[in-house]
């Protein structure tokens, strides 16, 4: 198989991954919800993140989770524990979710009961950079033990987001971790990105995280 | 584009790879280097895992590192600077390194001076899994702060891999990470895997990982 050939097969799995993107957009902004995807590092934290916005803001907004992962409900099962209605995608073998997954799962909620969808992608930081969902905003959570030379690696996917958590923040003192070098080279591919230094576990930092998410366009329509 | 044609796509992407891989495998064997494949998630500690190994080895056995990543070759520098012959793989975007990429790379390597080569693969804790490089035994690097959920999520590359070394065991007091659930998945996936707690920052553990490097058939020539 010729380069050529496998270049044009992943062109055309991307233009019908973005037209199937903006349906799924469509069809979010008619029922009026606001949508976010989380990407993220195996373990870096998004389930975490998941478990205590819910937690904090289900008085206010109703909140719907859908999972992607490998294998699994274990994140589904965290997020519903917290108080969201929460639905899982098993992508088999697949490294990251698309369009199609996310337009097949949202039809499975009742969207004209949810304010807030966050998607929480498979865990890669690689892949999930190169499909377009759908989703209003993108947000990656880093985290201290991964190490400071992230944004330099994987350049893609910190180009690409909206807004960037720093989870585990309670681990600085434990682990080399230089935060002018992390932030240089995130400022480097995503000049003023709005940032949130935090621990999941502590606490610490999370109500500036909650004022972001407060201040998106939610519509609290209950 | 139909499914079957994107399946038949991949199959065919995957057979050409086994092809080159046996071919890489037999350029190792017949220069007498033993090979060995790191793959983990983003900061799991490959790098530091290879820059502990190449200090401890150096004076023993010949040691190269071909390192793969998407962006930068700071992970080779730093194996060069631990003592090995090192050479830096841009993958651009993929998410993994192929028999296509390391047989383009061995032949600039000078095998009849190498030992033993660690090929460092992308931080990904998927798709690395689905690619044979051709290198004779391959390690997966899992890591404290991941957290213990991670053989039940992303089976495919627990299950493929010949060692696992746990890796930042001193930062066991400060997450949560209990070692009976996370080891009663392992020995689900990959019945008796030969693994290695220890911490590359602290050196604990190291001599037991250090001393199966020692057990594999790598013949020193010098």
């Given at each position: 198989m010729s380069t050529l050939k496998r270049v044009q097969v992943v062109e055309n799995i991307l233009s019908a991954n973005d037209r199937l993107a903006a349906q799924n957009r469509t069809l979010l902004d008619a029922a009026g919800v606001f949508s976010l995807n989380f990407m993220a590092s195996p373990g870096a934290g998004k389930t975490s993140l998941i478990e205590a916005t819910v937690r904090a803001l289900a008085g206010h907004l109703r909140l719907a989770v859908i999972d992607g992962d490998i294998a699994t409900s274990l994140d589904a099962d965290r997020a519903a524990a917290a108080g969201a209605v929460a639905l899982q995608i098993n992508?088999?073998?697949?490294?990251h979710l698309d369009a199609v997954m996310l337009g097949q799962a949202l039809p499975q909620l009742d969207l004209a009961k949810v304010d807030l969808l966050i998607v929480e992608n498979v865990?890669?930081?690689?892949?999930?950079?190169?499909?377009?969902?759908?989703?209003?905003k993108s947000v990656l959570i880093a985290s201290i033990p991964e190490g400071d030379d992230k944004p330099y690696k994987y350049p893609g996917m910190y180009r690409g987001v909206d807004a960037l958590v720093i989870n585990k923040i309670d681990l600085l003192p434990y682990v080399p971790f230089r935060m002018d070098y992390f932030r240089q080279g995130v400022e480097i591919l995503n000049p003023g990105l709005t940032t949130f230094p935090l621990s999941c576990r502590t606490g610490e930092g999370l109500d500036a995280w909650l004022d972001w998410i407060s201040s998106l366009p939610v519509q609290p329509s209950h």
């Open positions: 992508t088999g073998g697949d490294c865990g890669n930081l690689v892949c999930p950079a190169s499909f377009q969902l759908g989703t209003h």
